[in-house]
């Protein structure tokens, strides 16, 4: 009989060990720590989606393997892979426990092997304590072997492939987060590493992206056959947005290449009475079907959801805004019930559920219907987990270290919620599956 088993690599500076990752004890001995953002594809190659989890405080990965049938491994199994490079880090200042946070991933296949390969936005606080984004090759049995690393000067927030220049080669994009505060950058930057093939990428571009960067979506606002950029702004009333000059934005690496970007801002219309919006996600989507992209945000601030319509020449209207929900986070985009466009779910991180929005087909939605979740919902994809043709939901809940299913029928209405332990404790300094 098979036994699920547990992998563990430790992605550091250098070449790749194949020991356990082990956590400084005097620190983090006892602490356990949950799913924060989630990725579900099929990263094993078996034609079925895996989950693939990054935990909070942690810099663990852990990948838990899909059946098919809309399951997914025993908590003991799968493969956890240590991104967080505690074996560098001795101090012992508790501030430091946020260092290796794994804050966004993105997937795809970057060296033409058909399998998936990721990128990791680990840690960081400062310009003092950097971030790292890790590139890392997708191997067999949903295994990942570190290509990469790049030091990012604050919090390494965004991370994402993209293909900017249409030359056939996946480019790497990544944010430094720039929160404004002592000793981190006023503002945040957009790092653009062009593709050259086999895993492998050049010198960064460096492009203003606002106050505190988070996230990154990219899709062509102006119709001119590039992808373009947005970023969310968190601590901010806005979303930043690059406009790419297509073939010349990496036609040299100097400081006129990026004189060549056009970079914008989307201001969401205030709220009398409410703080600042706090943009934590900004997605792009054709939502009301004339054909040009629209962005769609998650403003932590004051629990709502703004759409700026797009005019397909990198203009938009002005945003129309919907409540979302209690500090919702995240967003998730998909065809839910069948009719052919885009509908809406987001998590909200202090609460025990997730929201759904159906499309009307015109841009406008219906009303919100809450489903439920485990505690402190965050991270959230959506796939066909089951196989059965209908996009399921995944979050990952950090507050009781859990992810939740919730698996679609097809017409905008899901089966009850599936929550499953996922939580990991150091115990004699390294990292193992707990449940209370």
């Given at each position: 009989?098979?036994?699920?088993?547990?992998?563990m690599l430790v992605l550091t500076v250098g070449?790749?060990?194949?020991?356990?990752?082990?956590?400084?004890?005097?620190?983090?001995?006892?602490?356990?720590?949950?799913?924060?953002?989630?990725?579900?594809?099929?990263?094993?190659?078996?034609?079925?989606?895996?989950?693939?989890?990054?935990?909070?405080?942690?810099?663990?990965?852990?990948?838990?393997?899909?059946?098919?049938?809309?399951?997914?491994?025993?908590?003991?199994?799968?493969?956890?892979?240590?991104?967080?490079?505690?074996?560098?880090?001795?101090?012992?200042?508790?501030?430091?426990?946020?260092?290796?946070?794994?804050?966004?991933?993105?997937?795809?296949?970057?060296?033409?092997?058909?399998?998936?390969?990721?990128?990791?936005?680990?840690?960081?606080?400062?310009?003092?304590?950097?971030?790292?984004?890790?590139?890392?090759?997708?191997?067999?049995?949903?295994?990942?072997?570190?290509?990469?690393?790049?030091?990012?000067?604050?919090?390494?927030?965004?991370?994402?492939?993209?293909?900017?220049?249409?030359?056939?080669?996946?480019?790497?994009?990544?944010?430094?987060?720039?929160?404004?505060?002592?000793?981190?950058?006023?503002?945040?930057?957009?790092?653009?590493?062009?593709?050259?093939?086999?895993?492998?990428?050049?010198?960064?571009?460096?492009?203003?992206?606002?106050?505190?960067?988070?996230?990154?979506?990219?899709?062509?606002?102006?119709?001119?056959?590039?992808?373009?950029?947005?970023?969310p702004n968190e601590h901010d009333d806005r979303?930043?947005?690059?406009?790419?000059?297509?073939?010349?934005?990496?036609?040299?690496?100097?400081?006129?290449?990026?004189?060549?970007?056009?970079?914008?801002?989307?201001?969401?219309?205030?709220?009398?009475?409410?703080?600042?919006?706090?943009?934590?996600?900004?997605?792009?989507?054709?939502?009301?079907?004339?054909?040009?992209?629209?962005?769609?945000?998650?403003?932590?601030?004051?629990?709502?959801?703004?759409?700026?319509?797009?005019?397909?020449?990198?203009?938009?209207?002005?945003?129309?805004?919907?409540?979302?929900?209690?500090?919702?986070?995240?967003?998730?985009?998909?065809?839910?019930?069948?009719?052919?466009?885009?509908?809406?779910?987001?998590?909200?991180?202090?609460?025990?559920?997730?929201?759904?929005?159906l499309n009307r087909g015109d841009g406008t939605?219906?009303?919100?219907?809450?489903?439920?979740?485990?505690?402190?919902?965050?991270?959230?994809?959506?796939?066909?987990?089951?196989?059965?043709?209908?996009?399921?939901?995944?979050?990952?809940?950090?507050?009781?270290?859990?992810?939740?299913?919730?698996?679609?029928?097809?017409?905008?209405?899901?089966?009850?919620?599936?929550?499953?332990?996922?939580?990991?404790?150091?115990?004699?300094?390294?990292?193992?599956?707990?449940?209370?």
């Amino acid at each position: 009989m098979w036994r699920p088993h547990v992998a563990m690599l430790v992605l550091t500076v250098g070449l790749l060990s194949a020991e356990e990752p082990v956590v400084e004890r005097p620190r983090l001995e006892g602490y356990v720590g949950g799913p924060y953002k989630l990725l579900v594809r099929d990263f094993t190659g078996d034609g079925h989606a895996d989950v693939l989890a990054g935990y909070r405080n942690l810099g663990v990965l852990q990948l838990a393997v899909g059946d098919g049938r809309g399951g997914v491994s025993d908590r003991s199994g799968g493969v956890l892979t240590d991104l967080s490079g505690r074996e560098r880090d001795r101090s012992t200042d508790s501030t430091c426990w946020s260092e290796p946070h794994v804050h966004n991933l993105h997937a795809a296949d970057i060296n033409g092997d058909r399998r998936l390969d990721i990128v990791v936005g680990v840690g960081g606080l400062s310009t003092v304590k950097t971030g790292r984004v890790v590139v890392a090759l997708g191997e067999a049995g949903g295994r990942f072997r570190k290509l990469v690393e790049y030091q990012v000067p604050s919090e390494a927030k965004g991370v994402r492939f993209e293909d900017l220049d249409r030359d056939g080669r996946l480019d790497l994009l990544y944010t430094a987060r720039g929160s404004g505060y002592k000793h981190d950058l006023t503002v945040g930057e957009l790092h653009i590493r062009r593709g050259l093939g086999r895993g492998r990428f050049g010198t960064a571009i460096v492009l203003p992206a606002g106050r505190s960067a988070y996230a990154i979506d990219t899709g062509d606002l102006d119709e001119d056959g590039f992808p373009d950029v947005v970023i969310p702004n968190e601590h901010d009333d806005r979303v930043t947005f690059c406009l790419s000059p297509g073939k010349e934005c990496f036609s040299a690496v100097t400081k006129e290449t990026t004189r060549r970007w056009v970079v914008k801002v989307l201001p969401a219309t205030p709220i009398p009475g409410k703080r600042s919006h706090a943009v934590n996600d900004a997605r792009i989507a054709d939502f009301n079907g004339d054909g040009h992209l629209d962005v769609v945000t998650a403003n932590l601030g004051t629990s709502t959801i703004s759409i700026f319509a797009g005019r397909g020449d990198g203009t938009f209207k002005k945003d129309r805004q919907m409540e979302a929900g209690k500090n919702g986070a995240f967003l998730g985009l998909g065809d839910l019930d069948g009719d052919k466009d885009i509908d809406l779910a987001i998590t909200h991180w202090t609460e025990a559920f997730v929201s759904v929005f159906l499309n009307r087909g015109d841009g406008t939605f219906s009303r919100r219907v809450d489903l439920p979740s485990g505690l402190g919902s965050y991270g959230l994809d959506i796939a066909d987990l089951d196989r059965d043709g209908h996009l399921d939901l995944v979050s990952a809940n950090y507050r009781d270290n859990s992810i939740s299913i919730l698996r679609g029928r097809g017409d905008g209405t899901f089966r009850p919620t599936v929550t499953l332990p996922r939580g990991l404790r150091v115990t004699g300094g390294r990292p193992v599956p707990f449940s209370p």
